[in-house]
């Protein structure tokens, strides 16, 4: 029986080696290197593209609107403007995510893994069920963190494709209607008024101030949407997508947490100390 047990603890030592061997030997460049992780530093640099070039058309349209005469349009230029805060936040998301994306699965398969599989060499060594619940919540964390933007990006891809043509579509929006309020300002024949010039540019009917002002606001509207839709897929959905990725993994290993059962058991031996001392007293008493 003695020998049986043994075998088990040295098969379980075994295995874990080997596990940590292959992490870091294998796993780290393998996974590093894979098509599923390429695409999605690239997504990454995609997105952020997509944000820098938001943020010029932007500017560029604030600019345009300031340049209007009578400083009518200042509080929609200052609109436009304000929005580059919320471009600064979603590209240092970015550029935490593609950090993550480069360095995390290295160091989540080379470092974090490898400990993991030590921490449960020990734990099984010295029979120690916490070590254990560390061990295996160390290796899911590493997991989740190291697949987190990968999942999260692809995700996006497949499920906010049609939300990212709508973004690709107000950038173009904004950059033509920036356009074509400078040529108006700058260019066409001198018989014409400004928003003779820009009804016919824009092949809408801008009569007056309140029909240019209308157009402008619109594609403010655009631009909330498409910032909220842009914080949605690059910052709410790699949160989601770990909380998930945690839960599964958690699921799928079966963590058994230690800390309640140690509490079970002093309770237990606290409930059975008091048993005995109530024997023995009953015991003196007779």
């Given at each position: 029986m003695l020998s049986t047990k043994h075998a088990k603890l040295a098969i379980t030592i075994l295995l874990l080696c080997l596990a940590a061997a292959?992490?870091?030997f294998f796993a780290t460049e393998i996974v590093a290197e894979s098509e599923f992780v390429k695409e999605s530093v690239e997504s990454v640099e995609e997105s952020s593209d997509?944000?820098?070039?938001?943020?010029?058309?932007?500017?560029?349209?604030?600019?345009?609107i300031t340049a209007l005469p009578d400083d009518f349009a200042t509080p929609l230029a200052d609109s436009l403007a304000d929005m580059n805060v919320y471009f600064v936040a979603?590209?240092?998301?970015?550029?935490?995510?593609?950090?993550?994306?480069?360095?995390?699965?290295?160091?989540?398969?080379?470092?974090?893994?490898?400990?993991a599989c030590v921490i449960g060499i020990l734990a099984v060594a010295l029979?120690?069920?916490?070590?254990?619940?560390?061990?295996?919540?160390?290796?899911?964390l590493a997991l989740a963190v190291a697949l987190v933007v990968p999942c999260s990006t692809h995700i996006t891809n497949v499920v906010?494709?049609?939300?990212?043509?709508?973004?690709?579509?107000?950038?173009?929006?904004?950059?033509?209607g920036a356009g074509k309020l400078n040529e108006a300002m700058t260019g066409g024949t001198e018989d014409k008024t400004m928003f003779e010039k820009l009804s016919d540019l824009f092949q809408t009917a801008i009569r007056d101030i309140s029909?240019?002002?209308?157009?402008?606001q619109n594609?403010?509207?655009?631009?909330?949407?498409?910032?909220?839709?842009?914080?949605?897929t690059n910052c709410i959905m790699p949160v989601l997508t770990?909380?998930?990725?945690?839960?599964?993994?958690?699921?799928?290993?079966?963590?058994?947490?230690?800390?309640?059962?140690?509490?079970r058991r002093r309770k237990a031996a606290a409930v059975t100390g008091e048993e005995l001392v109530v024997v023995e007293e009953g015991s003196h008493e007779e």
């Open positions: 292959f992490s870091f997509t944000v820098m070039r938001f943020s010029a058309a932007t500017l560029a349209t604030s600019l345009a979603i590209l240092v998301v970015l550029f935490l995510e593609k950090i993550l994306i480069l360095y995390g699965v290295k160091l989540a398969f080379a470092i974090a893994i490898p400990v029979k120690r069920d916490m070590l254990k619940g560390l061990a295996t919540r160390l290796c899911i906010a494709a049609d939300l990212t043509d709508y973004v690709n579509e107000t950038i173009e929006e904004t950059n033509d029909d240019l002002m209308l157009h402008f594609t403010i509207r655009r631009c909330m949407n498409s910032v909220a839709i842009m914080i949605l770990f909380f998930v990725l945690k839960w599964i993994l958690k699921e799928t290993f079966h963590i058994a947490i230690p800390v309640p059962e140690l509490r």
